[in-house]
């Protein structure tokens, strides 16, 4: 029987970073089924669980319909409803007014992980306004992979997991729980079907290690010290590419004296994988081509990224995997509009200079500020002081590290506006909250600027509930307060007009293709050279002391030195179910992980006394929380690894939904930071657990 449901195609998003194409089934203008599109490029057919049950956050009893006003002290939870004039009205006069008083760069623009177009609108929000503070999480995600790469090599070196490999380095990646940007694990499985081989560097025995050829289960934050292993054989036993190294690299022999010190008997004893496993694994890496490196979020997570970054970038370079078809490779945009002109960089041309974080000495390209210097502004003054906040897309209460130094330094701001389609414990320190539409609401451009060389349609199948305004509306009309009215439109939907115009397209023609991707060329470094100073690949850096960074990667040591009170090492992964810290009240996801989960080795659980199902407190040396103890051999004994993102919507509004019960972020500091990025470590940190 033909049912009557009417199929739609769009492009999943804010579920992760999105990437699969679905068809969305509606019935009575209501969404009523989704499924993976098997014309997706990307995903081929494949949908995981946060996507199925996607459209139940549009329809949730909870959702914001209506802007608030704060009414009884911050993070009280007693609002009254507002009318969009007003909410805009008064965001716009207390932004205009800190800035009278502090400049425009008292007021900062705060983005969580990028999830459409609106990221980019924001940016030219705070340009249009005169502010140089975007505070995003890329401290811990993916700028230190792209900057890295772009200081190191010239470009980022995304996987490329749409030519075959002979091997996958599955290197702190999870990917068929996140699926991480750009990359869908239904690409990676497909490559292993047709006989790529795998190898898993990750210190939980993941569902993939089955599928693998080795697995390295090395100490959580010792990932710099693992590649300098490898690179150590590698050069050693002479397996690297030596027509690339002579004719493309730069610092060879530098290198080469550099990781002497670094043999697997020593890295070792850093990272506890037996020394003949570094060995297998480098002439692995090494002999088989080509092979591919697809890098995780955790290589992120300690002060030592830029080392991590720095350290496997050399080996994909001496192994010739650089750039190549199934290597890492230099991914081009298609004929689109550039980041600049949209975001209006051009308005602030000394941005490097006046941001925040040029005061702490990051490296260059950093355009966005860690959010450890952005409290440090609240709470300090240093280096002048910040008193406005407009925050959407994000939920820093969770996200930042140290969350009570981020309660602390809300409670300091004179202003703070945030966008969501729900209460979170961000939204509840709000002075005014801004209900907003969201996937399948909205039309929206997904992947652009995210350095994967395509962009995904992603077109409105239903209209948004009552008061809901998507974001890139908020701020066209609140830009029109806050900035000259000539940076804004009449209708928002002209910024989508923009970015496809130089393809040729409106915005429903790139709808009707689905996707954009930019043409598939290789070894471009072979007419043009490395975009670098010295043309080459940069194993030494060639401008090192210029810009105060280490020539080499280095070994610094352990994130944090081992410390006997806290023998447990803490590390953390990102759930299926969840996206951070988003999505605990949609039901049959919460079914699915009802509470934060500690997975701890059953010797350990044992010998502190520990059941499974027992509630925990986790403790470091910065806070306590509580989880729930789930016994597992997938962990090592010295190992706990807890849930990140933790917050519980159904409790009362004035303990701020119980923001700090299971909040990972209370057991880590913001005090040591990397000095490249700003990086705290959130991974590889001292614990100790005991039963509640
Ligand atoms: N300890 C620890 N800390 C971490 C991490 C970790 O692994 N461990 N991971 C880090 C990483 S990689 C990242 S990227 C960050 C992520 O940090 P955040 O981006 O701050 O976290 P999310 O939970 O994704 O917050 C998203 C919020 O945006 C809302 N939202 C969803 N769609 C929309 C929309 O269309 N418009 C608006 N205005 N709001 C919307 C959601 O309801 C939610 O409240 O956290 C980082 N922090
Ligand atoms: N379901 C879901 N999908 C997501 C997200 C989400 O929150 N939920 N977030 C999205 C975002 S913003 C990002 S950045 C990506 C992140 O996605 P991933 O890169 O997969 O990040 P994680 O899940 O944090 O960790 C990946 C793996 O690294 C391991 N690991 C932990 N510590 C270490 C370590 O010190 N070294 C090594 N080598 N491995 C370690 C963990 O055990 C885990 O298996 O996912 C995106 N997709
Ligand atoms: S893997 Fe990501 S993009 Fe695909 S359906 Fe799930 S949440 Fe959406
Ligand atoms: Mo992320």
Request: charged residues 25%.
């Amino acid at each position: 029987m033909k049912d009557d449901i009417r199929w739609v195609k769009t492009h999943c998003a804010r579920m992760d970073h999105g990437g699969c194409a679905l068809l969305v089934g509606l019935k009575d203008k209501k969404i009523v089924r989704v499924k993976g599109d098997p014309d997706g490029f990307l995903n081929k057919g494949y949908i995981c669980p946060k996507g199925v049950a996607s459209p139940d956050r549009l329809t949730h009893p909870d959702r914001l319909k209506h802007p608030l006003k704060r009414m009884g002290k911050r993070g009280e939870g007693k609002w009254k409803r507002i009318s969009w004039k007003e909410a805009l009205k008064e965001t716009a006069e207390n932004l205009n007014k800190i800035k009278e008083k502090h400049g425009a760069k008292g007021v900062a623009f705060g983005v969580g992980m990028p999830k459409g177009l609106e990221h980019f609108v924001l940016i030219r929000l705070a340009n249009t306004f005169g502010s140089p503070n975007i505070i995003a999480s890329q401290d811990v995600c993916h700028a230190p992979r792209e900057i890295t790469g772009v200081h190191t090599c010239g470009f980022y070196p995304v996987a490329d997991l749409h030519h075959p490999s002979k091997l996958i380095l599955l290197w702190a990646s999870n990917i068929t729980s996140t699926n991480e940007e750009g990359e869908i694990c239904s690409m990676l499985l497909e490559q292993i079907r047709s006989g790529s081989e795998l190898i898993v560097v990750d210190p939980r025995k993941i569902d993939l290690v089955k599928n693998s050829k080795t697995w390295l289960q090395l100490r959580p934050g010792t990932d710099h010290a693992l590649a300098l292993g490898l690179l150590n054989v590698i050069i050693e036993e002479i397996l690297y590419d030596k027509d690339f190294v002579e004719k493309w690299t730069y610092g060879f022999d530098d290198l080469k004296d550099h990781v002497k010190k670094y043999t697997p008997e020593r890295v070792s004893e850093i990272t506890w994988v037996p020394p003949d496993l570094i060995r297998e694994t480098a002439r692995l890496y090494a002999t088989s081509k080509p092979a591919v490196i697809q890098w995780g979020n955790p290589i992120e997570h300690n002060i030592h990224t830029f080392d991590t970054t720095r350290a496997l970038i050399c080996l994909m370079a001496i192994c010739a995997n650089l750039d190549v078809p199934g290597g890492n490779v230099n991914a081009k945009d298609p004929k689109i509009m550039g980041l600049g002109p949209f975001v209006r960089a051009d308005l602030i041309p000394d941005k490097r200079k006046e941001m925040i974080s040029a005061y702490h000495g990051v490296i260059p390209r950093l355009m966005t500020v860690a959010p450890s210097f952005f409290k440090k502004a609240i709470l300090e003054g240093v280096p002048y002081p910040v008193k406005g906040f407009y925050a959407m897309c994000g939920n820093p209460m969770l996200s930042y590290a140290d969350s009570r130094q981020t309660y602390e330094a809300f409670m300091n701001l004179d202003f703070i506006a945030v966008a969501d389609l729900f209460m979170t414990p961000t939204a509840a320190m709000a002075d005014i909250v801004l209900p907003v539409a969201s996937q399948f609401e909205i039309d929206d451009i997904g992947h652009y600027g995210l350095g994967h060389g395509f962009i995904l349609a992603r077109s409105k199948v239903v209209d948004p509930p009552e008061e809901c305004w998507p974001d890139m509306k908020i701020m066209n009309e609140l830009g029109k307060l806050i900035s000259p009215e000539e940076y804004w439109y009449d209708d928002y939907n002209q910024f989508l007009e923009d970015v496809v115009k130089p393809s040729g397209l409106t915005f429903s023609q790139f709808v009707e293709k689905g996707y954009l991707k930019g043409p598939e060329r290789f070894k471009l470094y072979e007419e043009k050279g490395f975009r670098t100073p010295t043309g080459k690949v940069e194993l030494k850096l060639s401008q090192a002391e210029k810009f105060n960074l280490s020539p080499m990667p280095e070994f610094h040591g352990l994130p944090e030195e081992d410390d006997p009170e806290y023998p447990l090492i803490l590390t953390s992964s990102k759930s299926q179910y969840y996206l951070h810290s988003s999505y605990r009240w949609i039901k049959r996801l919460r079914e699915k992980r009802p509470d934060p989960k500690a997975e701890i080795h059953p010797s350990t659980a044992l010998k502190y006394g520990i059941k499974e199902g027992d509630e925990v407190i986790i403790e470091t040396r910065f806070g306590k929380i509580t989880h729930i103890a789930h016994l597992t051999n997938i962990v090592d004994s010295r190992v706990i690894n807890a849930s990140h993102g933790w917050w519980f919507p159904e409790a009362k509004a004035d303990s701020l939904y119980e923001w700090d019960k299971s909040n990972l972020n209370i057991l880590t500091s913001a005090e040591k930071l990397g000095k490249e990025f700003g990086t705290p470590n959130l991974k590889g940190i001292g614990c100790k657990i005991l039963r509640k």
